[in-house]
């Protein structure tokens, strides 16, 4: 079971975007609408901020938002704030294991 | 207050064991299937295991199948995870996680993990 493929960093200024892309495969992200992403800061708990590849749980800000296409899902922060800064990890179900497999993890910098 | 609290890392050395505990406490523990998750230092998010609420399926990474085995006590609230044969690349700290999933047709599906522990730390060194 590989891990899905993420970019190792991101940035962008404050007020922009940043789309993080989560590249798997069809036994993983493209064969499920099971992707989630999370957030994750220096020495804490990872912390869910989107699950079935569009929704946000309670709390999360909508300026976090999801997408999917075929084997490629992504994270878009909008309005990037200095709090916005960590690492970011997608997770998707997976046919293989019939579980969970999750990305390499993105750094994102506001600039 | 929904909460995880692992418990039972430490220093080992290769070809040990060692046994993890999550305590779980604010919600109906059986009620839902729960992961382990570990982070090398320096690395990503690795999922090791992950078990269905009432304990009778488990389901396991390649990198530890056949070393680790996950179980879970719903009387005590109480998530484990027995690790053996140990290696120096299991070092890691070990979260315990709430692993939600959506169920039909006789098959379950992980779609998100939304509750996790703090984590404790495991070396694997001699």
């Known amino acids: 079971q590989s891990a899905l493929t993420q970019p190792p960093s991101a940035s962008g200024s404050p007020g922009q975007s940043v789309t993080i892309s989560c590249t798997g495969t069809s036994s993983d992200v493209g064969g499920y609408n099971y992707v989630s992403w999370y957030q994750q800061y220096p020495g804490k708990a990872p912390k869910l901020m989107i699950y079935?590849?569009?929704k946000r749980p309670s709390g999360v800000p909508d300026r976090f938002s999801g997408s999917k296409s075929g084997n490629t899902a992504s994270l878009t922060v909008s309005g990037l704030q200095a709090e916005d800064e960590a690492d970011y990890y997608c997770s998707s179900y997976s046919g293989s294991n019939n579980f969970a497999v999750f990305g390499t993890g993105t750094k994102v910098t506001v600039l | 207050e929904v909460q995880l609290l692992e418990s039972g890392g430490g220093l080992v050395q290769p070809g040990g064991s060692l046994r993890l505990s999550c305590e779980a406490s604010g919600f109906t523990f059986s009620s839902y299937a729960m992961s382990w998750v570990r982070q090398a230092p320096g690395k990503g998010l690795e999922w090791v295991s992950g078990i269905s609420g009432n304990g009778g399926s488990t389901y396991y990474g390649d990198s530890v199948k056949g070393r680790f085995t996950i179980s879970r006590d719903n009387s005590k609230g109480t998530l484990y995870v027995q690790m053996n044969s140990l290696r120096a690349d299991d070092t890691a700290v070990y979260h315990c996680?709430?692993?939600?999933?959506?169920?039909?047709?006789?098959?379950?599906?992980?779609?998100?993990?939304?509750?996790w522990g703090q984590g404790t730390t495991v070396t694997v060194s001699s």
């Open positions: 996680a709430r692993a939600l999933r959506h169920c039909s047709g006789g098959a379950c599906y992980y779609y998100g993990m939304d509750v």
């Open positions: 079935e590849v569009t």
